[in-house]
């Protein structure tokens, strides 16, 4: 199975800060790397899918980049509303898996 | 507008079975893969499986945490699609949620439903 490590676990930052999140797999997954939010309660949202592609509705602030084994996802300008848990997931082979997720929560 | 609803969760007690369904509007149903994943009380998410759409077989893959004893399967003509569950376990207890599959084998998962409540215990 191919591992997904995601770093920090956990962030503390303001409001306009720009944060950015790490996922590394343990072997070259493509580009086949999508990233999820979420918040308590509620299903997973689709922010990124093929590394780099912004889902319909998201807004420009989200990014993602790299290729291969190294990912990153950057929120250049940070608001009330992303505050949550972000995942990394790989669709390069079954079984799927995910990061172990990242909390960004209000410093 | 695409909207998805997960039924049929509930306690149920180890080696009994539950069967999960999804209910999608919105899109056509059988042009995409539709897949379940699951979220365990505090933890992190976890792929449980999916199905290609009939051009593509209707074929289904499962995690090996449940393969042998998970199947999923659909009803095109009801736009459902199932998780059957059988011989469940303590560790089964999660919110499961089903997905809107695209792709063909590099899947992304674009829309969810809110999820139902699954609990295994005697």
């Known amino acids: 199975d191919i591992q997904l490590t995601q770093s920090p676990s956990s962030l503390s930052a303001s409001v306009r800060d720009r944060v950015t999140i790490s996922c590394r797999a343990s072997?070259?997954?493509?580009?086949?790397l999508n990233w999820f939010q979420q918040k308590p309660g509620k299903a997973p949202k689709l922010l990124i899918y093929?590394?780099?592609t912004l889902q319909s509705g998201v807004p420009s602030r989200f990014r993602g980049s790299g290729s291969g084994t190294e990912f990153t996802l950057t929120i250049s300008s940070l608001q009330p509303e992303d505050f949550a848990t972000y995942y990394c997931?790989?669709?390069?082979?079954?079984?799927?898996?995910f990061g172990q997720g990242t909390k960004l929560e209000i410093k | 507008e695409v909207q998805l609803v997960e039924s049929g969760g509930g306690l149920v007690q180890p080696g009994r079975s539950l069967r999960l369904s999804c209910t999608a509007s919105g899109f056509t149903f059988d042009d995409y893969a539709m897949s379940w994943f699951r979220q365990a009380p505090g933890r992190g998410l976890e792929w449980v499986g999916f199905?290609?759409?009939?051009?593509?077989?209707?074929?289904?893959q499962l995690a090996p945490s449940v393969k042998g004893r998970f199947t999923i399967s659909t009803d095109v003509s009801k736009t459902i699609a199932y998780l059957q569950m059988d011989s469940l376990k303590a560790e089964d207890t999660a919110v499961y949620y089903c997905?809107?599959?695209?792709?063909?084998?590099?899947?992304?998962?674009?829309?969810w439903g809110q999820g139902t409540l699954v609990t295994v215990s005697s």
């Open positions: 093929a590394a780099t």
């Open positions: 997905s809107k599959a695209v792709g063909v084998y590099d899947l992304y998962f674009d829309y």
């Open positions: 997931q790989q669709s390069y082979s079954t079984p799927y898996t």
């Open positions: 072997q070259s997954i493509s580009s086949y």
């Open positions: 199905i290609r759409n009939q051009l593509y077989g209707g074929t289904a």
